[in-house]
Every structure is written in C-alpha cells, then in structure tokens.
C-alpha cells in the first residue's frame, strides 16, 4: 500500500465542463505521475512532477493542465471535457527501492465524458 | 511509435503450469524493466523489476529474464494460480527515477 488515494473514483460529465481529479499521497514522495489507461494502449503518462510546483508535460498532455500546491496532493484538471478525454485515470507515486525507484500506483478514477 | 510491445493480448495456462508472457522494446536507451499486475477496477500493482546491469530477478513464484541484444524480456510464473489471472503490463523507463513507458498489456487466465 503505497497510501495514495484518488478522488472522485468515478465521474460522469459533459462535453465542454471543466474537470478537476485529485490525487493525495501521506508518504511525502518528490515524484508523482498521472496515467491514463484506454484499452490497446496500456498506461499512458500525462503530466509528472518532481516538486511543489515543479511539473512537466508526459506524452499525451495535450488537453489536460496540472497543479501541485502541496507535496500531498497532485491535481489533474481538464479544462473543457471532450469525449476522446473518457478513460481511466491513475495516479503513481515514485518510491526508492532496492533496484532503484519504482512506482506504485493508486486505485483509479473512471471518467465519462457524453 | 510503440516503443515496449506485448505482442499477445491474452494467454491461458492450467493451474500449476509455468506461465510466460514476453515483451519486446524497441528503445536502446531503456536500462529499467518493471512488472505490473492489474485487476479490474484496481490499480496496477508493482510486481518486480530488472536492471539492464542484470539478466535475471527472481522474487518467489515470479521470475524476469532480460536479453539486452534481442530487446525482450519475459515474466515466468511458476507454478501458475488461479489468483494470477490478471492483466499483466510491462514497462521501461530510461534510469530509474524517470517516466515509464507501458506495453499495451496481456491477459493471463489460469484455469483450474
């Protein structure tokens, strides 16, 4: 358990609507990530950080901004919802290990966009 | 461009047997493989990692083999339980503290 939670855990919305998923973490890690997960693509990585305000664009950022105010808590906003952003939504968080950093992931937040 | 390929959407394998499911990558420039295990309406759950400073990382039932020069690694299961049946994800990153790119995952069902 790698103590992240995600809020909402589902959410129904409208094309055009602003939408903002939260991610809280109590471990006081330096990295989070958000994913999103649509089928034949497997785990896609959105925005990261590595700091309070300190974040930067993953590989399909493109309709989505981030924001982190506080080491605890990762937020994941979609300004104007459109149909193609319906997915689901997971949080990480990077934890040192052994081998080297890992990620461990939080339970999801699934999103429909009408 | 999908650089970390799971080639075999789903696989099946009686209880007790070894399961095998690969992953190939295409980027030279990966030194981190990780394994991840989902089940629906879960997040996904880290199950072992590997080096590229190494060819294999056993942890209990799960083993990972690593072969640098095809650019494939594979995640055996011995013996395989019904409890195994998930979707399982490989991933690469480049270091370790680094974004990770996903494969597109493989369904394993162990049958009893």
């Known amino acids: 358990d790698a103590g992240i939670t995600q809020s909402p855990r589902h959410k129904v919305t409208e094309t055009g609507t602003p939408v903002t998923l939260r991610c809280h973490q109590t471990e006081n890690h330096r990295y989070m990530y958000w994913y999103r997960q649509d089928p034949g693509h497997g785990l896609r990585l959105i925005h990261y950080?590595?700091?309070?305000?300190?974040?930067d664009k993953g590989e399909v950022s493109d309709g989505y901004s981030v924001s982190r105010s506080k080491t605890e808590d990762f937020l994941l906003t979609l300004e104007s919802a459109t149909s193609s952003q319906t997915s689901v939504y997971f949080c990480?968080?990077?934890?040192?290990?052994?081998?080297?950093?890992?990620?461990?992931f939080g339970p999801g937040t699934r999103l429909t966009v009408l | 461009d999908q650089q970390v390929k799971q080639n075999s959407p789903s696989l099946s394998v009686q209880e007790g047997r070894i399961s095998i499911l690969n992953c190939d990558y295409t980027?030279?420039?990966?030194?981190?493989f990780l394994w991840y295990k989902k089940y629906p309406a879960e997040g996904p759950t880290f199950l072992i990692s590997?080096?590229?400073?190494?060819d294999k990382n056993e942890d209990g039932r799960f083993t990972v083999f690593l072969n640098k020069s095809a650019k494939h690694l594979s995640l055996h299961i011995v013996p395989s339980q019904p409890g195994d049946s998930a979707v399982y994800f490989c991933?690469?990153?480049?270091?370790?503290?680094?974004?990770?790119?996903f494969g597109t995952g493989t369904r394993l069902q162990v049958t009893l």
């Open positions: 980027n030279s420039m990966f030194d981190y």
């Open positions: 950080s590595y700091g309070v305000k300190d974040t």
């Open positions: 590997i080096s590229s400073i190494k």
């Open positions: 991933a690469a990153s480049v270091g370790t503290a680094s974004k990770l790119t």
């Open positions: 990480a968080i990077s934890r040192t290990s052994g081998v080297g950093d890992t990620q461990y």
